[in-house]
Nanobody, 123 residues
Framework: QVKLVESGGGSVQTGGSLRLSCAVS????????MGWFRQAPGKEREGVIM???????TRADSVKGRFTISRDNAWKTLYLQMDNLKPEDTAMYYC?????????????????WGQGTQVTVSS
Protein backbone atom coordinates (compact mmCIF):
# COMPACT_ATOMS: atom_id res chain seq x y z
CA GLN A 1 0.00 0.00 0.00
CA VAL A 2 1.44 3.33 -1.07
CA LYS A 3 1.42 5.98 1.62
CA LEU A 4 2.51 9.59 1.40
CA VAL A 5 2.78 11.76 4.50
CA GLU A 6 3.61 15.45 4.28
CA SER A 7 5.17 17.56 7.02
CA GLY A 8 6.82 20.93 7.47
CA GLY A 9 3.96 23.29 6.81
CA GLY A 10 3.38 26.36 8.93
CA SER A 11 2.96 30.11 9.00
CA VAL A 12 5.59 32.54 7.78
CA GLN A 13 5.79 36.15 6.75
CA THR A 14 6.30 37.37 3.21
CA GLY A 15 9.84 36.66 2.08
CA GLY A 16 10.27 33.76 4.46
CA SER A 17 11.14 30.14 3.71
CA LEU A 18 9.73 26.73 4.47
CA ARG A 19 10.83 23.22 3.64
CA LEU A 20 8.19 20.58 3.18
CA SER A 21 8.90 16.87 3.38
CA CYS A 22 6.95 13.91 2.09
CA ALA A 23 7.65 10.47 3.49
CA VAL A 24 6.94 7.81 0.88
CA SER A 25 6.30 4.17 1.73
CA UNK A 26 5.12 1.17 -0.26
CA UNK A 27 5.99 2.76 -3.60
CA UNK A 28 7.35 -0.04 -5.75
CA UNK A 29 7.18 1.62 -9.14
CA UNK A 30 10.25 2.54 -11.10
CA UNK A 31 8.77 5.71 -12.53
CA UNK A 32 10.04 9.07 -11.34
CA UNK A 33 6.63 10.69 -11.34
CA MET A 34 6.45 12.52 -8.01
CA GLY A 35 5.71 16.06 -7.10
CA TRP A 36 3.88 18.74 -5.20
CA PHE A 37 0.46 20.26 -5.70
CA ARG A 38 -1.37 22.98 -3.84
CA GLN A 39 -4.93 24.08 -3.40
CA ALA A 40 -6.08 27.40 -2.03
CA PRO A 41 -9.64 27.94 -0.76
CA GLY A 42 -12.04 28.34 -3.66
CA LYS A 43 -9.41 27.44 -6.25
CA GLU A 44 -8.57 24.34 -8.23
CA ARG A 45 -5.67 22.09 -7.30
CA GLU A 46 -2.51 23.30 -9.04
CA GLY A 47 0.58 21.36 -9.98
CA VAL A 48 3.44 23.30 -8.40
CA ILE A 49 6.62 21.39 -9.16
CA MET A 50 7.36 17.78 -9.97
CA UNK A 51 9.77 15.23 -11.26
CA UNK A 52 8.76 14.01 -14.68
CA UNK A 53 10.13 11.35 -17.00
CA UNK A 54 13.87 10.78 -16.65
CA UNK A 55 13.97 13.07 -13.63
CA UNK A 56 13.21 16.26 -15.51
CA UNK A 57 11.68 18.98 -13.33
CA THR A 58 8.51 20.75 -14.40
CA ARG A 59 7.25 23.76 -12.41
CA ALA A 60 4.59 26.40 -12.52
CA ASP A 61 5.74 29.81 -13.73
CA SER A 62 4.61 31.38 -10.48
CA VAL A 63 7.25 29.48 -8.48
CA LYS A 64 10.22 29.67 -10.83
CA GLY A 65 13.32 30.85 -9.03
CA ARG A 66 11.68 30.37 -5.62
CA PHE A 67 10.71 26.71 -5.20
CA THR A 68 13.01 23.70 -5.51
CA ILE A 69 12.13 20.02 -5.51
CA SER A 70 14.53 17.34 -4.38
CA ARG A 71 14.50 13.77 -3.12
CA ASP A 72 16.66 11.19 -1.48
CA ASN A 73 18.31 8.53 -3.63
CA ALA A 74 15.81 5.84 -2.71
CA TRP A 75 12.74 7.95 -3.51
CA LYS A 76 11.64 7.53 0.11
CA THR A 77 11.49 11.22 0.88
CA LEU A 78 10.48 14.08 -1.35
CA TYR A 79 11.27 17.68 -0.44
CA LEU A 80 9.97 21.08 -1.42
CA GLN A 81 12.14 24.05 -0.55
CA MET A 82 10.14 27.25 -0.73
CA ASP A 83 11.96 30.57 -0.58
CA ASN A 84 10.81 34.16 -0.91
CA LEU A 85 7.29 33.12 -0.05
CA LYS A 86 4.38 35.35 -1.01
CA PRO A 87 0.82 35.58 0.34
CA GLU A 88 -0.43 34.01 -2.90
CA ASP A 89 1.51 30.87 -1.99
CA THR A 90 -0.91 30.27 0.88
CA ALA A 91 -2.56 26.91 0.30
CA MET A 92 -2.75 23.30 1.36
CA TYR A 93 0.23 21.53 -0.16
CA TYR A 94 0.01 17.91 -1.27
CA CYS A 95 2.61 15.36 -2.20
CA UNK A 96 1.64 13.03 -5.06
CA UNK A 97 3.08 10.07 -6.96
CA UNK A 98 2.18 8.35 -10.22
CA UNK A 99 2.46 4.74 -11.28
CA UNK A 100 3.94 5.50 -14.67
CA UNK A 101 6.44 7.98 -15.98
CA UNK A 102 4.76 11.29 -16.60
CA UNK A 103 5.19 14.48 -18.53
CA UNK A 104 3.42 17.55 -17.23
CA UNK A 105 1.72 18.81 -14.08
CA UNK A 106 -1.83 17.57 -14.49
CA UNK A 107 -3.37 16.00 -11.41
CA UNK A 108 -4.75 13.02 -13.32
CA UNK A 109 -1.18 11.82 -13.99
CA UNK A 110 -0.83 11.11 -10.27
CA UNK A 111 -2.43 8.16 -8.52
CA UNK A 112 -1.33 8.46 -4.91
CA TRP A 113 -1.85 11.49 -2.70
CA GLY A 114 -0.95 12.58 0.80
CA GLN A 115 -3.31 14.32 3.20
CA GLY A 116 -1.69 17.70 2.80
CA THR A 117 0.11 20.23 4.96
CA GLN A 118 -1.00 23.85 5.34
CA VAL A 119 1.23 26.73 4.34
CA THR A 120 0.16 30.24 5.30
CA VAL A 121 2.09 33.33 4.24
CA SER A 122 1.16 36.62 5.84
CA SER A 123 1.95 40.06 4.48
Amino acid sequence: QVKLVESGGGSVQTGGSLRLSCAVSGYGYSSSCMGWFRQAPGKEREGVIMFNRNGAVTRADSVKGRFTISRDNAWKTLYLQMDNLKPEDTAMYYCAAGRESCVGREADLFTYWGQGTQVTVSS
